[in-house]
T-cell receptor, first 116, second 113 residues
Framework: DTEVTQTPKHLVMGMTNKKSLKCEQH?????MYWYKQKAKKPPELMFV???????INESVPSRFSPECPNSSLLNLHLHALQPEDSALYLC???????????????FGPGTRLTVT | QKEVEQDPGPLSVPEGAIVSLNCTYS??????FMWYRQYSRKGPELLMY????GNKEDGRFTAQVDKSSKYISLFIRDSQPSDSATYLC?????????????FGQGTELSVKP
């Protein structure tokens, strides 16, 4: 099974709201990722967690706050977002090792976020 | 110049045609090459994953990697309307922290019945 699940499927939030996106995988993968995708563009990497530790932050604004509570779960906490943050937010996972030789990366279905 | 170049299309073909999708890249450190299929408003689905140069076949799909030319291809035989989607190439280096992928822009494919 190569399934990555994400909740919610859709989210509409105002600029003053606080919300969270959730991601889960049960493939035993130790690397998990958050991507942002705008229409007709490829996914854009935001964060990488390796063995539950943040290993890459692609200079993402602090209104996005990632959290990895355990090896199966990944959250993205959202606060004071802007309308330009409206996008498809994708979670992905892959095997990882201390040397960074990650395997195939599997994506979830995404959360479609609209900021009003 | 982008690290990975991919013609965005759109590409329109009749049902049953052979489709050829391509990417070129500039970074000789790339070792792992992937093709993803993405339907509208869905997450990318991994189709093919190859290491270094060579061919890999899976059903109607064949992936080719030519590292000497820095060129990768995905061939779809007997294309079906259900193949209509955006196809993304992606690649990364061997010792690449966290497995960061570099994506092409994606090619939009439409297969007409």
């Amino acid at each position: 099974d190569t399934e990555v699940t994400q909740t919610p499927k859709h989210l509409v939030m105002g600029m003053t709201n606080k919300k969270s996106l959730k991601c889960e995988q049960h493939m035993g993968h130790r690397a998990m990722y958050w991507y942002k995708q705008k229409a007709k563009k490829p996914p854009e990497l935001m964060f990488v967690y390796s063995y539950e530790k943040l290993s890459i932050n692609e200079s993402v604004p602090s209104r996005f706050s990632p959290e990895c509570p355990n090896s199966s779960l990944l959250n993205l906490h959202l606060h004071a977002l802007q309308p330009e943050d409206s996008a498809l937010y994708l979670c992905a996972s892959s095997q990882d090792s201390p040397s960074g030789r990650a395997g195939e990366q599997y994506f979830g279905p995404g959360t479609r976020l609209t900021v009003t | 110049q982008k690290e990975v170049e991919q013609d965005p299309g759109p590409l329109s073909v009749p049902e049953g045609a052979i489709v050829s999708l391509n990417c070129t890249y500039s970074n000789s450190a790339f070792q792992y090459f992937m093709w993803y299929r993405q339907y509208s408003r869905k997450g990318p689905e991994l189709l093919m994953y190859t290491y270094s140069s060579g061919n890999k076949e899976d059903g109607r799909f064949t992936a080719q990697v030519d590292k000497s030319s820095k060129y990768i291809s995905l061939f779809i035989r007997d294309s079906q309307p259900s193949d209509s989607a955006t196809y993304l190439c992606a690649m990364r280096g061997f010792y690449n922290q966290g497995g960061k992928l570099i994506f092409g822009q994606g090619t939009e494919l439409s297969v007409k019945p």
